[in-house]
């Protein structure tokens, strides 16, 4: 009797640990949402500044920015595959790489007059 008592404790800390597990990938998922909806943002932003040449090389880089982003994270996690972490950690990390690309997007809306390695014309 004993040992089914502790097969239940056993089993009830697995079903725990399983769920906490599960609300660590949701929030992983989340930020990377939230990332990617805000990238989304300024990419359209900037977008609407930039036209001809301009607009086809922002484009440009900015699908090898995609690519390398999810080549990076792929990378990052690679040892991961197939576990029950690398989820979590491949939406980490791409929610880490959007936010900094974010941040890198913004700054050129938002160049200061002169600033010569400002991608976007006055």
């Known amino acids: 009797m004993k040992a089914c008592g502790s097969a239940g404790i ?8 399983s769920s906490g597990a599960l609300a660590q990938e949701q929030d ?3 930020g990377f949402q939230t990332a990617d909806k805000a990238l989304n943002v300024a990419y359209k932003t ?3 500044r930039l036209q001809g040449d301009e607009l ?5 880089t900015q699908r090898a920015w995609l690519a390398f982003r999810d080549a990076e994270c792929a990378f990052q996690t690679q040892w991961t595959e197939g576990g ?3 989820p979590q950690l491949l939406a980490g990390c791409l929610a880490e790489l959007t936010t900094q690309r974010v941040t890198q997007l913004e700054y050129y809306l938002n160049c200061q007059e002169g600033d010569l390695t ?4 006055p």
């Not at 056993?10 to 640990?17: D, H, K």
């Not at 086809?56 to 440009?60: D, Q």
């Not at 400002?118 to 014309?121: G, I, K, S, T, W």
């Open 84 to 86: 029950s972490i690398q």
């Open 10 to 17: 056993a089993l009830a800390l697995g079903m725990v640990l």
């Open 56 to 60: 086809a090389k922002l484009r440009t």
């Open 46 to 48: 900037l977008s609407r």
């Open 118 to 121: 400002c991608p976007l014309p």
């Open 28 to 30: 992983a998922g989340a």
